[in-house]
């Protein structure tokens, strides 16, 4: 069901000959560029008629109005099971308590006496925020995208998904994003929600549509589509990460329980045929028991044949074989993980050296799932190999460092010499001419 890779005995190469050896989704964004530029371009021409007609032809409906009422916002609420509410609004407590703590101050240094330089850091003044709404529903992205925006103090957010055949089930009010969606809006205080999904909903806040005011940044995990258009949009708008496949690494030893290691692989399968799932471990006897266990535990769930298999299957997915956790910490930190569990003796410590990874997981006690949902972390994190040079979304993400500049006539005039030199050593003598109108156009120091 899943394939082997067998890294023991020789050498471990280094860098890009390293990451060439371990398995990895395709997801080619740039092929996918094509063909949303005239999406994007049609809803920056049409507006809300581009929306809409692109909701019949991906979606199936046909919406009247792409902004969602206020009244569907708070049904959707009203009818959701208490169980679910109970369990986001859990999710939405911890959240912010992991997010509040992210919060940045302002911070002034003291150069000279006289001269300082202050860091404050200002919330981006609108997002728009997407929520996924395909083979599955993800209440959970909107509360990983609202609430760091929230807690940075963006003055507005907007959110965008997918607009549903039938909204509820035996309800005629078609045409709205799912209503756990709606539900989880109406707990976290969004109002201004579009049932507009793809890469026309990116489009939609990059350039405003009647309906909708522009944002200056655009957030949250997608399909291939999604990401595309922000590659796209990249520079006209802020954008969190090009998301691609969900991706799984668990770096584990003779410790390891094969029960375990196996319903962590399944767990983030079951998202996508293109899931990646990945065990790299030192012991033969584990990699057997968990190919054991995979057989059994797939035959057991659900969503088998259109997802888990193939993600299984895939050449995303493979089982490891290093000689050692030294060689494993090297093979992990290579692939940089979007999720990455640690299971082995003294897992806290081996965790500690990791370089590479969206976010980690340690101990048998600290599985994916838990922060998908209610750890308190963030799941919108790097895939495809970015851990190794992104984050995570945060607070810091909405958030941008403002340097004011404050500084004396006596502060100036001390370094005021050294600025007309590197002015004058990179040939800009306007630069220099600035500082010396200041003085007479006599220098101090000179």
Known sequence: MISRIDLRGDALPEGPALRDLLPRADFDVSAALEKVRPICEAVH????????????????????????????????????????????????????????????????????????VTEKWVPVERVGLYAPGGRSVYP??????????????????????????????????????????????????????????????????????????????????????VAAAKRYFAGKIGIDTEAG?????????????????????????????????????????????????????????????????????GRQSAIVLVDGVDEGLRVVDAYGAEHLEIQTADAAAVADRVKNAGA??????????????????????PTGGCACHSSGLSVQSFLRGIHIVDYTRDALADVAHHVVTLAEAEDLPAHGAAIKARFGWKVPGK
């Open 140 to 225: 959970s992205s909107v509360i990983m995208n609202v609430v760091p925006a929230q807690e940075a103090g963006v003055a507005s957010v907007a959110l965008a998904s997918p607009p549903q055949a039938s909204a509820f089930e035996n309800d005629p009010a078609d045409g709205l994003p799912h209503p756990t969606i709606l539900a989880a809006c109406a707990l976290l205080g969004v109002d201004e929600v579009y049932a507009v999904g793809g890469a026309q909903a990116v489009a939609m806040f990059a350039y405003g549509t009647e309906s909708c005011a522009p944002a200056n940044m655009v957030t949250g995990p997608g399909n291939i589509w």
């Open 360 to 381: 980690i997981f340690v101990g048998p006690w600290a599985p994916v799932s838990l922060g998908d949902y209610a750890a308190g972390s963030n799941h919108v994190l």
């Open 245 to 313: 496949p969900t991706e799984i690494a668990v770096l584990a030893d003779e410790s390891a329980d094969p029960v375990h290691v196996a319903a962590d692989l399944i767990s983030q399968a079951e998202h996508d045929p293109l899931a990646a799932a990945v065990l790299v471990t030192d012991s033969v006897a584990l990699a057997d028991a968990v190919e054991k266990e995979l057989e059994a535990q797939v035959a057991a769930t659900k969503h088998i044949d259109d997802r888990i298999v193939p993600a299984l299957k």
């Open 45 to 116: 021409h049409r507006g809300d008629a581009a929306l809409i007609d692109f909701a019949e032809r991906f979606d199936g409906v046909r919406l009247e109005s792409v902004r969602v009422p206020a009244q569907a916002i708070a049904d959707a609420l009203e009818r959701l099971d208490p169980a679910v509410r109970a369990a986001l609004e859990e999710s939405i407590r911890r959240a912010r308590l992991v997010h509040r703590e992210q919060r940045r101050t302002t911070h002034t240094t003291q150069v000279v006496p006289g001269g300082s």
